[in-house]
Every structure is written in C-alpha cells, then in structure tokens.
C-alpha cells in the first residue's frame, strides 16, 4: 500500500513558476514509476509527465514539454513536478500516481497504469 500527499499548489500569475511536491509513504517507493495527471473542470484527467523508478527516464505531455520539469528524490520517497512558463491553460487540480512495474512510455501515460493517487492540489495561473 502506498500513500501519496501532493503540496506546493497555489495562485500564481501567467508566466510564474510553482513545484509540487509528492511525498510517499511506504518502503518501497523506489520500485514504483510515478506520474503527475491534471483535471480541469469539465475535462478529463491528463497525463503531464511521468518518472521512471530510478529517475533515469522522464516522459512528458506535449502540452508541458519544455516548460515542467519532473524529478525524484527515492531517499526522500518524493516526486517533484517544476512548472515553469505557467499559463492560464496549466490551471487544474494536479495529482500524482504511483504506477508498480511499468516501464513502458506509452503505459506511463495511461491513467490505467496508475495502482495509487493522491488527492491532488490546486493550481490556478491567473492572466
């Protein structure tokens, strides 16, 4: 079982920067890939950018590529999602996935693929 807490959601101005934070429970955090999906209101849930166990590989939504950033700390048993360049189209609740024994990109970017979620943050980009 593992459980996950997102924090760092907030209100920011177009063009701003924000990190979320994805603090894990449970000892093996580390054989877990991890992702960050996002829903806005009336939309569906979409991948934004996912990590593999090890941080040795990143996959990311064409919508974010270039300006979010995602990373680990496994001896933090945190993921991390640097949004940079923020625009009002970023603003949604963010959550983060854990995802066991899928190293497969195009998996990653399956809400399906997820075993565990958060309870997601807000983030809201202002004009």
């Known amino acids: 079982q593992v459980q996950l807490v997102e924090s760092g959601g907030g209100l920011v101005q177009a063009g701003g920067s924000l990190r979320l934070s994805c603090a894990a429970s449970?000892?093996?955090?580390?054989?877990?890939?991890m992702g960050w999906f996002r829903q806005a209101p009336g939309k569906e849930r979409e991948f934004v950018a996912a990590?593999?166990?090890?941080?040795?590989?990143?996959y990311y939504g064409n919508s974010v590529k270039g300006r979010f950033t995602i990373s680990r700390d496994n001896a933090k048993n945190t993921v991390y999602l640097q949004m940079n360049s923020l625009k009002p189209d970023d603003t949604a609740v963010y959550y983060c996935?854990?995802?066991?024994?899928?190293?497969?990109?195009?998996?990653?970017?399956?809400?399906?693929?997820?075993?565990?979620w958060g309870q997601g943050t807000q983030v809201t980009v202002s004009s």
């Open positions: 449970g000892r093996t955090f580390s054989s877990y890939a």
């Open positions: 990590i593999s166990w090890n941080g040795g590989s990143t």
């Open positions: 996935a854990a995802a066991m024994g899928i190293t497969v990109a195009t998996m990653l970017k399956l809400k399906q693929a997820y075993n565990y």
